[in-house]
């Protein structure tokens, strides 16, 4: 017999898991929010000291409670964040326990689930899953077993933690392009490794990209209107927010590097295609503003126009003439930071809901086993759903659909 019944477990006392509980008490749904560590946990623990959000103030809520700011288009940093998360649960009050991993979920006999914690079981008519979409440091093992200092960019906290020398970023998404930035700004020697990547304008026309997003509707796309394009836009709230260009980091001093390859001894080799990277990230860029300046038109919106934001900056050195290998030790490398993103990591859950990648099968959220539910994954139903402001559309949904269970 299971040690304790509730009707719904949610799993996750992060943003999600919060929102979820204050959707279900709207309800009346009895329930209990399990956390393994403290609320907002990876806000806490896997963000570098110098982190700025990378929405702009105006655009920061939770479901019924606003985010106070004195400067609304301004970019928070991550202890700003983690208190009004906090603030945000004293609002809401939910019945949680932190400190309680799950460590197995499965089906229960006749119906619904049974939660295995060191704590005892727990059997539950329904689970809502909300764990968040950084779960797993994903870091290659090119440099496995070499002793350079290596940290993935979950793990960086400040230029100080590096050993004095050159630091190689791998990976030019949003954190690796925003650390690389902190490095140089802090007089470190910088290599950034760009790949493939969607370089969106900070603000354009006077404003912020999170503002067209939402005013054209394409924070709504759902995820079979998105296709088979995975990778996150590179933006950064970082020095007052702006935008992203790798050329512009080149010309300040750092050295843009090709995709990491292989390695041998400390010595790695670059893939051919930096150039065509950056033409490629240039194609979306432009392809935006290009969109942008459409909507303007049909719209009759009364806002400047913004030919600087067209401008194309030469590609330096380092792009005509790339690197094809790259010596740590006679470049002076003491440190590489891995922004290579995340996976998932459900193996915990031994429910028929894993596709044969370990990634949750859903629709908006909804897993094919009745009662069982995701929340706050990137993608669920729309653009916008792993957003702060977004997330609460989805609980929503998942709080009427395990109302009308009952």
């Not at 105006?58 to 606003?66: A, E, K, N, Y």
Request: glycine share 10%; aromatic share 8%.
């Amino acid at each position: 017999m299971p040690d304790e019944k509730i009707d719904t477990l949610v799993i996750g006392g992060g943003q999600a898991g919060l929102v979820m509980s204050h959707r279900l008490k709207q309800r009346g749904l009895s329930h209990l929010v399990l956390e393994r560590h403290r609320i907002a946990e990876r806000w806490r623990s896997e963000r570098w000291d110098g982190l700025k959000f990378q929405f702009p103030n105006w655009s920061v809520r939770l479901p019924d409670f606003p985010f106070p700011h004195s400067d609304p288009d301004a970019f928070s940093s991550t202890d700003v964040i983690v208190k009004f998360i906090e603030a945000y649960a004293d609002f809401v009050s939910p019945p949680i326990r932190c400190g309680v991993a799950v460590t197995r979920l499965a089906q229960r006999g006749g119906g619904g689930f049974i939660a295995e914690t060191a704590d005892g079981t727990i059997s539950a008519d329904n689970v809502v899953v909300a764990t968040g979409p950084y779960q797993r440091d994903i870091v290659p093992d090119l440099l496995r077993d070499h002793p350079v200092f290596q940290v993935h960019a979950s793990g960086y906290r400040n230029p100080g933690q590096l050993p004095p020398g050159a630091v190689l970023v791998a990976g030019a998404g949003a954190s690796g392009a925003q650390i690389a930035e902190e490095l140089l700004q802090a007089g470190r020697c910088v290599y950034l490794s760009v790949g493939r990547h969607r370089r969106l304008p900070r603000r354009y026309r006077g404003r912020d990209l999170i503002w067209w997003l939402a005013d054209m509707r394409l924070d709504q796309m759902t995820p079979e209107e998105r296709g088979s394009a995975r990778l996150g836009p590179v933006i950064s709230g970082a020095y007052g927010g702006r935008t992203i260009d790798f050329r512009s980091f080149a010309a300040d001093g750092m050295v843009l590097v090709g995709r990491l390859e292989a390695a041998s001894h400390g010595v790695i080799e670059i893939a051919p295609g930096l150039a065509e990277s950056l033409s490629d990230g240039d194609l979306v860029y432009n392809t935006f503003l290009n969109t942008v300046d459409e909507y303007v038109k049909r719209r009759h919106i009364d806002l400047p126009e913004d030919p600087d934001a067209h401008n194309t900056v030469a590609n330096p050195p380092c792009v005509t003439a790339p690197l094809t290998r790259l010596d740590l030790a006679a470049e002076g490398i003491s440190a590489v930071i891995w922004a290579t993103g995340y996976g998932m990591d459900f193996s915990w859950i031994d429910v028929p809901v894993l596709d044969e990648r370990g990634d949750a099968v859903h629709r908006n959220g909804i897993s094919a086993v009745p009662g069982l539910y995701f929340l706050g994954l990137q993608w669920l139903s729309k653009m916008n759903s792993s957003f702060l402001s977004g997330v609460g559309d989805d609980a929503e949904v998942l709080a009427d659909h395990i109302l009308a269970r009952q």
